[in-house]
């Protein structure tokens, strides 16, 4: 029984872990509020609607909790954790309609959301799902809805940032772990906002009441503001209000070097037809089973696609917030279902933060797994970034048993772009160097050439990975 | 009975925030209850103006949250 360590704020319950599966435990605190939240219909109705997750309660002991536990529950497992600051501008946009919906929905059966994390959000088949279970308050007629803030800080700032401002500023959720704060999105955000009857109200004049009452805790006179009354069509009013302003909100994609990349690679339509079929052979020739398969500089997901007839889960991962995005836009409308976009800077990825450094994990942390998929990056860790080949080799085998790995030499029109402005210190850059590095730690499988350009593409399975039954 | 009913009173504010953990920060409940009045004056002249509307025999607007639309949000 290991305590999750993102899972702490919450007097009533907490997550952990026990031979492998995920549990949360419902503290007897929160007993009434779960029952009445299971027979309301509240429950059956978000699971039927898909915007919560199921659960099972354990009832054979066979994972048990604290003294204070009052049940124990199983949730669905989510095979991939993910975070906001991962996530492109619409699966943050989703997140945020999801939990709105939520809200609106529980008020219906006499219920409020205790808090509107991003956190409470996960993805699963492309679609977003709300998995804090425990987050269901009895709704008291009268107050205020607790959690409104924290939905602003969450939700509305970096969406508003990234819509008006810049898409990378969704970045500003890995240094303010609740959310952007109203008084920086405030000021970020350009002047043309404040004409938005909607920003205006819950960005920038929130930002401001914020600051005025900000002392009005410790001050006895002041009891009014704890008074506040909202009624119940309020709340319904702050809610559609706070929809309207979300489902508004829309990134203009800027044309980057990236997003029309597979109009302006350097492959002809043969070299793209049999690289597309080499990478299927390749995938199909791993003996073992393949639950997780990472794609690293996925781009708009072309090989994540082929890789997701192979194996449950494909994390499709590119720097590229326009790439992500429109992997993610198709995934959700066309599919396949099974792929998961992110966006990720393999330079510097996402750090541990929070508590401890080690309440949201790191990129490293959760990226183990089955088959790992390297093409056309290789020359972008080794050359721009000056990433030497064994460095690149050892990150790798720590993480996977398969790796399907891409090398662009120097002849290749790509690697010349990228060594035109500065000199060439690699020396080791070459094939032989590349073999060398990597037989390290792997040993080659199989390689074959990509027709009609420089480049090779290998299938190598990790040292370190155990033998597989013949 | 002042004194019982300021008790009282203390315990049932308290009691509201026993299961809600977070600090909702004074203003934005503030906030809160002066968008929603707003939000609900807008609302009212707007169904009493699709009342209208329908009347003369035209469809009336849509949540963004109700059950009914999603299909309908997809598409969009």
Known sequence: MEPLSSSFRDPSGF?????????RQVN??????????????????????????????????????????????????????????EWSFSQLKDAAMLTLKIQYEALKYGFVLKDASAYNVQFLNSKPVFIDTLSFARYTP?????????????????????AYTDVALSKLLITHI??????????????????????????????????????????????????????????????????KTVQRLSWKMPRTEWGDY????????????????????????????LEIIQDFGANTGEFSCIAAKHGALVISQDIDPVAVELNYRRNSTDGPTNIL??????????????????????????????????????????????????????????????????????????????????????????????????????SIEQSAPVPDSERTLYLMKARSAPSTAT | MIRVLSVLLLLFTYAQHASAY???????????????????????????????????GKGGSSSLLEEEDEDAQRTE
Not at chain 1, 15 to 23: D, E, K, P
Not at chain 1, 388 to 408: C, S, Y
Request: proline share 4%; charged share 20%.
């Open chain 1, 142 to 162: 009268g107050k205020p809805w607790v959690a409104y803030k924290q939905f602003c800080q969450h939700f509305l700032a970096p969406l508003a940032l990234m």
């Open chain 1, 341 to 442: 976009p992110l966006i990720q800077d393999f330079s510097a990825p996402s750090p541990g933060i929070g508590w401890g450094n080690a309440e949201r994990a790191s990129f490293l942390e959760r990226s183990r797994c089955d088959a790992l998929l390297v093409l056309a990056l290789i020359h972008h860790l080794a050359i721009s970034n000056n990433v030497p080949l064994q460095h690149i080799a050892t990150l790798f085998a720590g993480m996977t048993d398969w790796i399907i790995i891409e090398f662009v030499p120097k002849s290749d029109s790509q690697v010349k772009r990228l060594l035109a402005t500065r000199d060439d210190i690699f020396t080791r850059y070459t094939k032989e160097g590349f073999e060398h590095a990597f037989s390290g730690r792997f």
């Open chain 1, 262 to 289: 597979y109009e302006k690679t350097n492959y002809s339509d043969l070299a793209s037809e049999q690289k597309r079929a080499l990478v299927d052979n390749f995938l199909r020739g791993i003996p073992d089973t």
């Open chain 1, 28 to 85: 007897n605190s929160f007993s009434a509020t779960y029952d009445n939240f299971m027979h309301s219909g509240l429950y059956n109705r978000l699971v039927d609607r898909g915007l919560l997750i199921s659960h099972e309660e354990v009832v054979d002991g066979s994972a048990r909790g604290t003294v204070e536990a009052y049940r124990i529950i199983k949730p669905l497992q989510i095979p991939f954790i993910s975070y906001p600051y």
């Open chain 2, 22 to 56: 977070l600090d909702p920060g004074t203003g934005s409940m503030v906030l809160q209850g002066i968008i929603a009045a707003l939000a609900v004056i807008g609302f009212t002249i707007k169904s009493y103006w699709y009342k209208i509307r329908g009347f003369f």
């Open chain 1, 15 to 23: 997550m952990f872990s026990h031979q492998g599966c995920i549990y």
């Open chain 1, 178 to 243: 609740d959310g952007v704060p109203l008084s920086l999105a405030s000021k970020l955000l350009p002047v043309k906002t404040r004409l938005n009857y909607s920003l205006m109200s819950h960005i920038h004049l929130h930002s401001k009441i914020q600051q005025q009452h900000a002392d009005d805790a410790g001050d006895s006179k002041k009891t009014t503001t704890k008074n506040t009354r909202l009624s119940e069509q309020g709340l319904k009013a702050l809610l559609e209000s706070l929809a």
